[in-house]
C-alpha cells in the first residue's frame, strides 16, 4: 500500500455496508410510509405527508438509482486509495445519514426504516473508513460539500424515481387511456 492510500477494500466496503443498509429500507419503507402516515399526520399536521408516502416501486428505482450513486463513489476511492473527493463526499453523507435515522426514530418514538442497520453498519463503518484514511495519512476534503450534496442527491434520486414509477399511460387496444 501507497503512502497516503487505503487499501480498495475500505472503499469498496461504503458498498457493502450502503448495500446492507438499504435492504433494511427496501424490505419496509413501503409498508411503513403507508401504516405510519395516520400517526405522522396527527403529529405533524403541517407536513404534507401524502406527497411522501412511497410506493413499493418507487423505493426499489430509488434505492436501485442510489446503489449506482454508491457504486461509482466506491470505485473512485478504489481507484484513488481513499483520495477521491467524490468516495469521501458520500462516505460522509452515508455517516451522516446513520445519525439522522437515528433522530428520526426518536422523534417518531418508533422503529423507522433503516434504523436497525444505523448504528450497526452504517455509523461504525463510516466512522471505521474515516481512520483508516486518517491513519493511512490520506488527506480529508471538508464534510461541509458532502453534508451539502447528500440532499440534492437524495432528492434527485426521489424525483427521478417518481419520474419513472408514476405518471405512466396505460397502453390500451386502440391507443393511449
Do not use: C, N
Not at 412511497?54 to 461509482?72: D, E, F, K, N, Y
Amino acid at each position: 500500500m501507497a503512502a497516503g492510500r487505503v487499501p480498495a477494500g475500505v472503499a469498496w466496503g461504503l458498498l457493502a455496508a450502503w448495500a446492507v443498509h438499504d435492504a433494511e429500507e427496501l424490505a419496509t419503507m413501503a409498508r411503513w410510509t403507508r401504516g405510519a402516515r395516520p400517526r405522522l399526520e396527527e403529529r405533524f399536521p403541517r407536513v404534507p405527508w401524502e406527497r411522501m408516502e412511497v410506493s413499493q416501486a418507487h423505493a426499489s428505482v430509488a434505492i436501485g438509482l442510489m446503489g449506482g450513486v454508491m457504486a461509482t463513489a466506491s470505485a473512485l476511492g478504489a481507484r484513488t486509495g481513499g483520495r477521491s473527493a467524490v468516495f469521501q463526499a458520500a462516505l460522509a453523507g452515508f455517516g451522516v445519514h446513520g445519525v439522522v435515522h437515528l433522530a428520526q426514530a426518536a422523534l417518531f418514538r418508533g422503529y423507522t426504516p433503516g434504523v436497525v442497520t444505523a448504528p450497526v453498519v452504517v455509523i461504525p463503518y463510516a466512522v471505521w473508513a474515516w481512520r483508516r484514511l486518517r491513519r493511512a495519512g490520506v488527506p480529508a476534503t471538508g464534510p461541509g460539500a458532502a453534508v451539502a450534496a447528500f440532499p440534492l442527491v437524495l432528492a434527485g434520486v426521489h424525483a427521478a424515481a417518481h419520474a419513472l414509477t408514476s405518471g405512466r399511460k396505460k397502453v390500451r387496444r386502440g391507443g393511449l387511456s
